[in-house]
T-cell receptor, first 108, second 114 residues
Framework: GQSLEQPSEVTAVEGAIVQINCTYQ??????LSWYQQHDGGAPTFLSY????GLEETGRFSSFLSRSDSYGYLLLQELQMKDSASYFC?????????FGSGTKLNVKP | EAGVVQSPRYKIIEKKQPVAFWCNPI?????LYWYLQNLGQGPELLIR????????DSQLPKDRFSAERLKGVDSTLKIQPAELGDSAVYLC????????????FGPGTRLLVL
């Protein structure tokens, strides 16, 4: 089976750095994606890691370690608009399995 | 470029009634996905199309759910009859191809079954 686990909720202050972890159990695993979803909105793609290591896109970075079945999303210089749910998704044989999401609360 | 379009945005029906959702993917996107998202959960795949072919419908409850993508462009997802437990957000997403890791999601249809 496929499962991705992430914390249900994280709180951080504006300007800080926050890391959202994702551990997974998948077979034939290709890579790990991250999506952002604001309340009532559509999930939007943030990043994808096919290889081990860090991928950086502006204030957001994503990391993957296949040997540890682990990845994380790093958000720097947090802004109020970053308050949203963040989902990791495992890419497996052209299927996508989403974690249950981490709700990020950014406080002033 | 227009994004993924879904309609209706909201639907309230009584149990045992039929309901249909419509999705128009981004132009040129061959792969289309229907997901179900319950409150506080991640999207769960219902069905995936490659052009007009349903290549993965293993998670679709076929006793009451059906879907079609006749011309390989827009798609319809139907529930008949609806049950209370079907209340959720139904998301449509598309990608250039199955190999493309980026999926573009529509705003979803929020269904409430009373």
């Amino acid at each position: 089976g496929q499962s991705l686990e992430q914390p249900s909720e994280v709180t951080a202050v504006e300007g800080a750095i926050v890391q959202i972890n994702c551990t997974y159990q998948t077979s034939g695993f290709y890579g790990l994606s991250w999506y952002q979803q604001h309340d009532g909105g559509a999930p939007t793609f943030l990043s994808y890691n096919a290889l081990d290591g860090l991928e950086e896109t502006g204030r957001f970075s994503s990391f993957l370690s296949r040997s540890d079945s682990y990845g994380y999303l790093l958000l720097q210089e947090l802004q109020m608009k970053d308050s949203a749910s963040y989902f990791c998704a495992g890419h497996n044989f052209n299927k996508f399995y989403f974690g249950s999401g981490t709700k990020l609360n950014v406080k002033p | 470029e227009a994004g993924v379009v879904q309609s209706p945005r909201y639907k309230i029906i009584e149990k045992k009634q039929p309901v249909a959702f419509w999705c128009n993917p981004i132009s040129g996107h061959n792969t289309l996905y229907w997901y179900l998202q319950n409150l506080g959960q991640g999207p769960e795949l219902l069905i995936r199309y490659e052009n007009e072919e349903a290549v993965d419908d293993s998670q679709l409850p076929k006793d009451r759910f059906s879907a079609e993508r006749l011309k390989g462009v827009d798609s319809t997802l139907k529930i008949q009859p609806a049950e209370l437990g079907d209340s959720a957000v139904y998301l449509c997403a598309s990608s250039l191809s199955t190999e493309e890791e980026t999926q573009y999601f529509g705003p979803g249809t929020r269904l409430l079954v009373l």
